[in-house]
């Protein structure tokens, strides 16, 4: 017998009934994915600038563009880990151990490859490198005469895809950037105090007009360092910039520094490496002339000069009235020119 002829109508009524609910499901979920999309986005992640770095290549270009491994500490996160010092910001660095020596000296680390100086590895501030031949081409991050309230951001080229830089950014290359006089103008101070002796102190002041901007900034950090360590510590600092608009296309800057920084070193009861003060001075001065001829064409010139001093003697008791002095004093004077053109 054969089946009734309704039924096939029937079934395609059904099966519209379905393809439509489906439908109708389907556009739910697609109009809720939608909304949810909207509500994650915002105008600033249309509009805003994708992130530049200038120390991989030399060359301003995307992060992800870069020939290596590049991490960058911005304002916003100096301000939110709560640093007191350059070293503890590099514990946010993949791959960078961060630890001291003779219990006041930072040491910073890549893949722990270090001694008791930061070595092998090359530290810029805005263009200038920082290694002391006394420390073996080794980095004294105590004596770095800038406040944290005045970097822009830190770029950290991991590996040694640095070859640019020379033999010292075999493990990688830091690179402090600083802000620009422009973007400092008014008055800013801080006061900081804590356990162990802590008494931080910074100010800063800035202005300028007519083609000319400046900034001063000064400021100390005082600590007793570790309990049952003598490794207390004394910093004060101070540093000038200012940059002159020659031109439309011509720009000069210029920049000075001095720090003086006293630590402690040495172990109790121990006659080769008795308790001691060490003191460490430091100077420089960066002139920067710069002419942009167009968005994707610059050239610039850059000298400076710096000298470090330090001064660490002490005696090693030989017999009831002899002694032997050890003196580790030391003075060095770097001068650097450079000039590049991209």
């Avoid at 979920?29 to 770095?53: G, N």
């Avoid at 007519?210 to 003598?230: E, K, P």
């Avoid at 850059?302 to 660490?312: C, E, M, P, Q, V």
Wanted: aromatic residues 8%.
């Amino acid at each position: 017998m054969s089946p009734p002829h309704g039924r096939p109508k029937e079934d395609s009524l059904r099966l519209g009934t379905i393809a439509r609910a489906l439908a109708a499901l389907l556009a739910a979920f697609a109009v809720r994915a939608v909304a949810a999309e909207a509500d994650l986005l915002s105008e600033r992640d249309f509009l805003a600038e994708i992130p530049r770095v200038f120390s991989a290549s030399r060359l301003p270009q995307a992060a992800t563009d870069s020939p290596g491994a590049v991490t960058v500490i911005d304002r916003e996160m100096i301000r939110a880990s709560g640093a007191r010092e350059f070293a503890e910001l590099f514990r946010l660095v993949p791959g960078f151990v961060v630890g001291y020596a003779n219990a006041g000296r930072p040491v910073v680390a890549y893949h722990g490859l270090s001694g008791q100086y930061s070595q092998r590895m090359q530290v810029l501030l805005d263009g200038r490198s920082l290694y002391a031949p006394y420390l073996f081409g080794g980095i004294d991050w105590n004596t770095l005469p800038v406040n944290l309230d005045d970097i822009e951001r830190i770029e950290v080229l991991r590996g040694s895809n640095s070859a640019s830089y020379g033999a010292n950014a075999f493990l990688g290359m830091v690179n402090i950037i600083t802000r620009a006089a422009s973007q400092s103008r008014g008055t800013y101070a801080s006061l900081g105090t804590g356990t162990t002796g802590v008494r931080d102190a910074s100010a800063r002041l800035g202005g300028g007009g007519s083609g000319i901007d400046w900034r001063v900034s000064a400021g100390s950090r005082r600590d007793q360092g570790l309990r049952g360590a003598f490794d207390d510590r004394r910093l004060d600092y101070a540093s000038l910039r200012s940059e002159w608009q020659l031109s439309a296309i011509d720009e000069l800057q210029v920049s000075a520094g001095i720090n003086q920084n006293r630590s402690g070193l040495g172990r109790a009861g121990s006659a080769g490496d008795p308790e001691r003060f060490e003191a460490t001075r430091s100077s420089y001065a960066l002139a920067r002339w710069r002419r942009a001829f167009s968005a994707d064409h610059e050239a610039s010139l850059t000298a400076s000069n710096t000298l470090d001093r330090g001064d660490d003697r002490y005696s090693i008791p030989v017999t009831s009235t002899d002694a032997l002095l050890i003196d580790y004093g030391r003075k060095a004077s770097r001068s650097h020119l450079e000039y590049q053109h991209f």
